[in-house]
């Protein structure tokens, strides 16, 4: 049995089963106790898709307007001459052969590696070292770019990554609790809108069927949302 502190036992006594337009959500989110540290803003969104589809596959990344509230350790994996671009713009280390072989034996202290398609001959050798930590660039996932430095500078700011589990849900972070109310808002507001614009056209029924925001310490609070059925 999972055990749950009493703060979150009083909180969820203040839980509604009702699901909550997004400003009232947000507003609801924050009227439960407070932690002792600033607490992560999380959504999560089950998506009506085929999670062993390919083609139905959610997978992404996006700038939400107003950040998360975090920086990320960006590596670029780019020629010499973007290299000088890539470090002013936020990368921890930039450049080819030289940090393939550095990760290649074993070193990972860094959040989002951003590759150069040329690069990518090379960089693709590493996937049995990046794969299973979740970092190995993907174009899907906007990592390989031909304009790495301008990666780097999102993702180093907080662009956000995303990509649906086996159980067809999307999580992300979408802020921390400090924010204001409006910025939480914009933030929420903005995620739906873009996974709700990615729907598969193979994907059948409602595409979002449930969406939910928490805290790190909090219950999840349901947001209310218009439907999407298939198109005919």
Same mark, same amino acid.
């Given at each position: 049995?999972?055990?749950?502190? +009493?703060?979150? $036992?009083?909180? /969820?006594?203040?839980? !509604?089963?009702? =699901?909550? %337009?997004?400003?009232?959500?947000?507003?609801?989110?924050?009227?439960?106790?407070?932690?002792?540290?600033?607490?992560?803003?999380?959504?999560?969104?089950?998506?009506?898709?085929?999670?062993?589809?390919?083609?139905?596959?959610?997978?992404?990344?996006?700038?939400?307007?107003?950040?998360?509230?975090?920086?990320?350790?960006?590596?670029?994996?780019?020629?010499?001459?973007?290299?000088?671009?890539?470090?002013?713009?936020?990368?921890?280390?930039?450049?080819?052969?030289?940090?393939?072989? +550095?990760?290649? $034996?074993?070193? /990972?202290?860094?959040? !989002?590696?951003? =590759?150069? %398609?040329?690069?990518?001959?090379?960089?693709?050798?590493?996937?049995?070292?990046?794969?299973?930590?979740?970092?190995?660039?993907?174009?899907?996932?906007?990592?390989?770019?031909?304009?790495?430095?301008?990666?780097?500078?999102?993702?180093?700011?907080?662009?956000?990554?995303?990509?649906?589990?086996?159980?067809?849900?999307?999580?992300?972070?979408?802020?921390?609790?400090?924010?204001?109310?409006?910025?939480?808002?914009?933030?929420?507001?903005?995620?739906?809108?873009?996974?709700?614009?990615?729907?598969?056209?193979?994907?059948?029924?409602?595409? !979002?069927?449930?969406?939910?925001?928490?805290?790190?310490?909090?219950?999840?609070?349901?947001?209310?949302?218009?439907?999407?059925?298939?198109?005919?």
């Amino acid at each position: 049995m999972r055990f749950r502190s +009493k703060r979150y $036992k009083k909180d /969820a006594e203040k839980a !509604v089963e009702t =699901a909550l %337009p997004v400003p009232e959500a947000v507003k609801k989110l924050k009227s439960f106790s407070r932690a002792k540290f600033d607490q992560t803003v999380d959504i999560v969104l089950h998506l009506g898709i085929d999670p062993k589809q390919a083609d139905q596959m959610i997978r992404g990344s996006v700038s939400l307007p107003k950040g998360i509230g975090k920086s990320k350790k960006v590596i670029a994996f780019c020629n010499e001459s973007d290299a000088a671009a890539c470090k002013a713009n936020g990368a921890i280390e930039a450049g080819a052969d030289e940090l393939i072989d +550095k990760v290649n $034996k074993g070193w /990972a202290d860094f959040d !989002v590696a951003i =590759a150069h %398609p040329s690069l990518m001959g090379k960089v693709g050798k590493l996937g049995k070292v990046l794969g299973p930590q979740g970092k190995m660039p993907s174009p899907k996932g906007g990592t390989v770019t031909a304009d790495v430095a301008t990666a780097v500078k999102e993702y180093a700011a907080g662009k956000v990554e995303f990509r649906n589990d086996t159980g067809g849900n999307v999580h992300a972070v979408v802020g921390k609790l400090s924010f204001s109310d409006e910025d939480l808002r914009d933030n929420v507001q903005a995620f739906i809108s873009h996974i709700q614009h990615m729907r598969p056209a193979s994907a059948k029924g409602h595409y !979002v069927k449930k969406i939910c925001i928490s805290a790190t310490m909090t219950p999840g609070v349901q947001i209310a949302f218009e439907q999407q059925a298939a198109a005919e």
